[in-house]
């Protein structure tokens, strides 16, 4: 996991504390990670001891998971999960909705294949932060249908991330803003570099970026990373509990069972 590029990825190290605080995995559960990528999440919450799967669009990206973490990956859809229902204790869906058509359906099947009780983590991009949508739609197709990696829209607003939680039957229990100022700086920064170094105007999928990560550009900017990690995790610590940011964080829980019949 430590030697995964997304390891040093800004946007991915602020979430990392978020979850591993939200979930608190434990040996014996059973997580899925909506939207993995290449698999660096589903990783981070299995060194617990937790059974974790991951499923994702992009097959490519999948046969990287497999590669590098086992074969608890899936290709497929987050509007039609192919799990049975009741199946996971807690799920992630990380900067995934945003790219999904039908966000309703795909938080209805989060609902679905969770367990009563199951507390799921949902972040999003925000248009609220200083920044608003301009750094966020660095990299991203503009046109739908050219990647995966289309956004259908520019993010939520906490209310409305919130919204559409309660509308598919979760109940919310706690909201957070992240990236606030300069972790949003240097995430559009390392965006730019991405696109230099690759040559590609758009991020077609997360395979892209392991095809650079042993680029000079990039190995230099891990030495100097541990610096902006710290500036980040202080930047959350100060700013987040009153500034609005680019990312959104929600954690709710699944209800299924409102009353007993007596």
Known sequence: MHNSPFHFSIATRVR??????????????????????????VALLGSSGATVFGIDVDFTSIRAARGQYGQRFVVGRGEELPFPADTFDKLICSEVLEH???????????????????????????????????????????????SWEHHQRDGYTASKLC???????LEV?????????????????????FSAISGRKHLGSQMEVL??????????????????????YLEDLILAPVLRGHMVIVRASVRKRVGVAR
């Open 16 to 41: 990392n504390p978020y979850f591993l605080k939200f979930l608190a995995p434990q040996p014996g559960e059973r997580i899925l990670d909506v939207g993995c990528g290449v698999g660096y999440f």
């Open 100 to 146: 999904i058509a039908d966000d309703a359906q795909a938080v209805s099947e989060l609902s679905r294949v969770a367990k009563d009780g199951a507390t799921v983590i949902v972040t999003t991009p925000s248009p609220e932060g200083l920044f608003g949508a301009s750094i966020k739609s660095i990299c991203h197709d503009s046109e739908e249908g050219r």
């Open 163 to 169: 919204s559409l939680l309660r509308n598919q039957g």
């Open 173 to 193: 229990q706690e909201v957070r803003y992240t990236m606030i100022f300069i972790t949003e700086l240097l995430m559009g920064m390392t965006k730019l570099a």
């Open 211 to 232: 095809e650079v990560s042993e680029s000079l550009p990039l190995k230099l900017y891990r030495r100097a990373f541990p610096l902006f990690v710290l500036i980040a």
